[in-house]
């Protein structure tokens, strides 16, 4: 088994992430990056020799000081007084499995050998990668504009011996884990703090994490939706491809199938029904489930293309001879797609708290709030208020952050795309709807022992005896918060373990 991934120009997707993060893999920089990197590096150096222009970002200020000379003396000073300066960020602090993603996809961007970066530099990131040194980054921060700085500033520092790390479960200066390691602090040269601290790592590393973990939920959702739909002694009529095929979106298609091959060999689904038609977040779930998957692959698709594009300025051409300042660190394209995600999954969350709802109503047979003896006990009755209380927090983060801007830098900075709000905010909404799922979970669970001895699907069923060893038939009223915990982490652990991309 190969224990390392090389760095190259061959484009990232979700599989490659995947097995990387799953297998614990290293870093390393194929020759071919090594080359682009040591080539561009070269060039730069001998374009700054000889040369009195201001080229922006190299011998000049940053942002609305971009007019301001910077002698060649002073270049590497000029660098590493941007990247302290820049690291402003506040709040929480961000996930180390975010961090990871972050450390892999900012080596990813300057591995194209077009940001002018020291191959030294590009090392040590690697160093912190495959030794799992986690430099303390902060949510709040970045405007998703020039980039997501703050956040990338932080990043940065540990290379030249400031902020802080995590490793080992210890947080360490800056400076302390150089001298742990026995490493000399990186000397930027001319733009290297530009090329670390421009980019979109951070907006794009939460989105990778969501885009994989929505996809784990929403294979979950249909599931967990298909439990109730047996709970409720639901019709698998809306299931019919042929209602499908004249309505033919992907993920309606793929949710309906998915769906009616989970039903198979049920006993449940297949006797008689008294009821023509089941409740929309029953039978609608094909059209609901399906258009979330469908705005989650165009968020995949936004998201690879930017993890494997160079997105620091000014970007360096050695064959055409130009350095170019443009916009590449804009994060629109990220900020819409997070919103979007966001949107998406609540979604998810919200058709699956009405299910709830239709199982604890005391219909088709089933208990008020399935318990034996209602009255005596609550039972499942303030769940649903906890799922309803994080739908409705769900609605409020799903407004978009994407319509907002703000002026920066003294004017020069005037539109910003506030991906990184959206990024954040997002994370928040997923975590949100996997608890919302566990609640759907505990209640189909419940009320699928009331339709004994008639039994779900071989696969259903295996998969429920499962989950009911951590959380058993409740007989009477118990602390329903520890119950959801267990059913959280049922789920969180599906997630964790499992290496497939549900889809």
């Known amino acids: 088994m190969n224990t390392y991934h090389a760095i190259s120009s061959k484009q990232l997707d979700l599989y490659i992430i995947q097995d990387i993060i799953f297998s614990n893999k290293k870093l390393k920089l194929s020759k071919e990056s090594q080359n682009n990197i040591k080539k561009c590096r070269l060039y730069l150096d001998e374009k700054m020799k000889n040369n009195d222009k201001p080229i922006y970002g190299i011998n000049t200020g940053f942002g609305s000081l971009y007019n301001v000379k910077i002698s060649n003396k002073n270049l590497t000073k000029l660098q590493e007084n941007l990247v302290m300066s820049h690291a402003c960020g506040t709040g929480e602090e961000v996930p180390k499995e975010i961090i990871k993603l972050m450390l892999l996809f900012k080596i990813q961007s300057l591995s194209y050998g077009h940001s002018g970066i020291q191959l030294e530099t590009v090392n040590r990131l690697i160093d912190f990668y495959n030794n799992d040194i986690f430099p303390v980054i902060y949510t709040q921060g970045s405007l998703g504009a020039s980039g997501d700085l703050a956040p990338l500033a932080h990043l940065s520092l540990p290379l030249i011996g400031e902020g802080e790390v995590y490793f080992e479960g210890t947080k360490y200066s800056g400076k302390e884990i150089l001298k742990k390691f026995d490493w000399k602090k990186i000397k930027l040269k001319s733009k290297e703090g530009l090329a670390l601290l421009n980019g979109t790592q951070f907006m794009s590393a939460y989105g990778i994490n969501l885009v994989i973990k929505t996809y784990k939920l929403a294979y979950l959702a249909d599931l967990i939706g298909t439990l109730s739909l047996e709970a ?124 709830t709802y239709q199982l604890i109503s005391g219909l088709r047979n089933l208990p008020p709030f399935l318990v034996k003896t209602p009255g005596l006990n609550s039972g499942f009755m303030i769940p649903q208020y906890t799922a309803a209380s994080i739908i409705s927090q769900n609605k409020q983060l799903a407004t978009p952050a994407s319509v907002d801007s703000i002026v920066s830098s003294n004017g020069q900075e005037d539109h910003v795309s506030m991906g990184a709000n959206a ?43 499962t989950y009911q060893k951590e959380v058993p038939f409740i007989e009477e009223d118990k602390v329903m918060h520890d119950e959801i915990v267990k059913s959280e982490e049922f789920i969180h652990y599906l997630i964790i373990e499992s290496e497939e991309l549900f889809g």
């Open 232 to 355: 409720y002694d639901g019709n698998i009529s809306p299931f019919d491809e042929l209602i499908h095929f004249v309505r033919p979106h992907n993920g309606q298609i793929k949710t309906a199938k998915r769906i009616k091959e989970f039903l198979k060999e049920s006993e449940l689904i297949s006797q008689p029904k008294e009821h023509v038609q089941d409740p929309y977040s029953f039978r609608c779930m094909p059209q609901v489930h399906g258009a979330t998957k469908d705005a989650l692959k165009y968020v995949e698709t936004t998201m690879l293309t930017e993890i494997n594009s160079v997105t620091d300025n000014p970007n360096i051409f050695v064959d055409a001879d130009k350095i170019i300042s443009g916009g590449n660190f804009h994060g629109q394209p990220l900020a819409l797609a997070l919103d979007f995600l966001g949107i998406a999954i609540a979604e998810l969350g919200s058709i699956s708290e009405r299910r």
């Open 423 to 465: 990024a954040t905010k997002t994370k928040r909404i997923v975590d949100n709807v996997q608890t919302i799922l566990a609640i759907e979970l505990m209640n189909a669970s419940q009320a699928l022992q009331f339709r004994f001895p008639l039994k779900t699907s071989p696969f259903l069923q295996t998969f429920i005896e």
